[in-house]
């Protein structure tokens, strides 16, 4: 079965921090560029940051700085690593999949959102003030 889980989410305060963890199994891991998302009520869904099987990254502005995506392609996990979080970091976080690294980077750099290939459930991240 083709899938993402994301693991990781939780209530924190602010300044604090949070690893995140998305898991992949049943399809090709080093073939894929992993996208990290989060939506937050009433917003759509922004990409934050994703890793390319070469091993580059990209972030958004909202989160360059302070949000570390890294993976282990042994483990097929994508990992971030969430510093400095603010009350406007909460939101539900989701990992997606796309073989097309151009068109996750896109949403993260530019915002353009597309159908990509897999999704995780979500895990939801809270932080207070």
């Known amino acids: 079965e083709v899938q993402l889980v994301e693991s990781g989410g939780g209530l924190v305060q602010a300044g604090g921090s949070l690893r995140l963890s998305c898991v992949a199994s049943?399809?090709?891991?080093?073939?894929?560029?992993i996208g990290w998302f989060r939506q937050a009520p009433g917003k759509e869904r922004e990409g934050i940051s994703c890793?390319?099987?070469?091993?580059?990254?990209y972030y958004s502005d909202s989160v360059k700085g302070r949000f570390t995506i890294s993976s282990d392609n042994a483990k097929k996990t994508v990992y971030l690593q969430m510093n400095s979080l603010k009350p406007e970091d909460t939101a539900v976080y989701s990992c997606?999949?796309?073989?097309?690294?151009?068109?996750?980077?896109?949403?993260?750099?530019?915002?353009?959102?597309?159908?990509?290939?897999?999704w995780g459930q979500g895990t939801q991240v809270t932080v207070s003030s």
């Open positions: 049943g399809f090709n891991f080093d073939d894929y560029t």
């Open positions: 890793i390319s099987s070469d091993g580059s990254t």
């Open positions: 997606g999949a796309d073989p097309s690294r151009s068109t996750v980077r896109r949403w993260v750099l530019f915002g353009h959102h597309a159908n990509l290939d897999v």
